[in-house]
């Protein structure tokens, strides 16, 4: 949120859609956003056990995309 000036809890892949699509971010990315979202989502209210390697999977993916957002000029 910092880096685009959102406060924590106004941070929606909505409103990373909108700010990073004018900024020429790549489509491919903004979905993969969009796909960690949901996923927190589902977790946070899913009445069933997580998945611990898919979890790794999904922390993989996280860590790609801070990677990739920290060197993108935004």
């Known amino acids: ?4 000036h959102i406060p924590a809890g106004g941070i929606t892949s909505d409103v990373v859609d909108s700010i990073l699509n004018p900024k020429g971010v790549d489509l491919k990315i903004i979905s993969k956003i969009k796909n960690i979202f949901d996923i927190c989502d589902q977790t946070r209210f899913a009445l069933t056990e997580v998945d611990e390697f898919r979890m790794k999977d999904d922390l993989k993916e996280l860590e790609e995309l801070i990677y990739y957002l920290e ?3 935004l």
């Open 71 to 73: 060197r993108f000029k």
């Open 1 to 4: 949120g910092d880096k685009l």
